[in-house]
C-alpha cells in the first residue's frame, strides 16, 4: 500500500513571507497523480493544486506552486507572499493509477498545520 | 450548483444504536468514497466505489458498511457504533481520469458516547 508522509506536524509563516510544506510519499508505480488540499477552520476541504506524475513541468496556481521530484518521491508545496486567509491544515495526497478492476485509490498524508502571523 | 450533500453535520450517539450518514452527489460522478479525519492520522479511507452495486474497501473499513444503489447516493452505516468511531466523517466524490479532483461534502462530525 502506498504511503504519504508529512513530517511537518506544524508550520508558521510571517504574512507576506514563503513557506514550503514538504510531503514525501512511497510507490512502485511509474504513473499517479498528487494533489495538496488545504482545510481551513471551516473543515472544508478544499483543491490548492495537482501534478500529474508523467509531466515534468513543476504545476503553478497563482501563489501556490510545487516542487516536484519523481526520482526522490517529493512533493513540497511552495506559498508564495503568504496571507491570514491561508491559515489551514495542508494535506497531500497520491492517487494510484486506476485499475479495471479496482479503480484508484487515494491516500492522504497526516497534515500539516499552518500558522500565519501578522 | 454543483456539491457533494452530506448529512447530519453534527451527530452525537450511544454505543450500539445504528446510524447512517447520507451523502449525495449532482455531478454525475462514477466514484464516491468515505473517509474519516483523525488529529495525527490525516484522512483515511474507509470505503469506495467505482460505480454503482460496485464497492471496495478502503484503508479502515472495520465497523462500516456502505451500498451504492444509484449513482448520486453512497451512505455510510454503522451498525453498531463504538467510542472508536467518534471521527469527523468526509464523503466524496470524482469522476474517472486520474487528475480529477476530488469534491468534498461539508463533514459529519461524529459522537459515539
Known amino acids: 500500500a502506498q504511503t504519504v508522509t508529512q513530517s511537518q506536524p506544524e508550520m508558521s509563516v510571517q504574512e507576506a513571507e514563503t513557506v514550503t510544506l514538504s510531503c514525501t510519499y512511497d510507490t512502485s508505480e511509474s504513473d499517479y497523480y498528487l494533489f495538496w488540499y488545504k482545510q481551513p477552520p471551516s473543515r472544508q476541504m478544499i483543491l490548492v493544486i495537482r501534478?500529474?506524475?508523467?509531466?515534468?513541468q513543476n504545476a503553478t496556481e497563482n501563489r501556490f506552486s510545487v516542487n516536484f521530484q519523481k526520482a526522490a518521491k517529493s512533493f513540497s508545496l511552495k506559498i508564495s507572499d503568504s496571507q491570514l486567509g491561508d491559515a489551514a491544515m495542508y494535506f497531500c495526497?497520491?492517487?494510484?493509477?486506476?485499475?479495471?478492476?479496482?479503480?484508484?485509490?487515494?491516500?492522504f498524508g497526516e497534515g500539516t498545520q499552518l500558522t500565519v502571523n501578522p | 450548483e454543483a456539491q457533494v450533500t452530506q448529512n447530519p453535520r453534527y451527530l452525537i450517539t450511544v454505543t450500539g444504536k445504528k446510524l447512517t450518514v447520507t451523502c449525495s452527489q449532482n455531478?454525475?460522478?462514477?466514484?464516491m468514497s468515505w473517509y474519516r479525519q483523525d488529529p495525527g492520522l490525516g484522512l483515511r479511507q474507509i470505503y469506495y466505489?467505482?460505480?454503482?452495486?460496485?464497492?471496495d474497501k478502503g484503508d479502515v473499513p472495520e465497523g462500516y458498511k456502505v451500498s451504492r444503489k444509484e449513482k448520486r447516493n453512497f451512505p455510510l452505516i454503522l451498525e453498531s457504533p463504538s467510542p472508536n468511531q467518534t471521527s469527523l466523517y468526509f464523503c466524496a466524490s470524482h469522476r474517472t481520469g486520474g487528475n480529477s479532483p476530488l469534491h468534498f461534502g461539508n463533514g459529519t462530525r461524529l459522537t459515539v458516547t
Open positions: 501534478q500529474e506524475a508523467y509531466k515534468q
Open positions: 466505489s467505482m460505480n454503482v452495486e460496485v464497492t
Open positions: 455531478m454525475n460522478h462514477e466514484y
Open positions: 495526497a497520491y492517487r494510484s493509477p486506476e485499475k479495471e478492476t479496482s479503480g484508484s485509490r487515494l491516500t
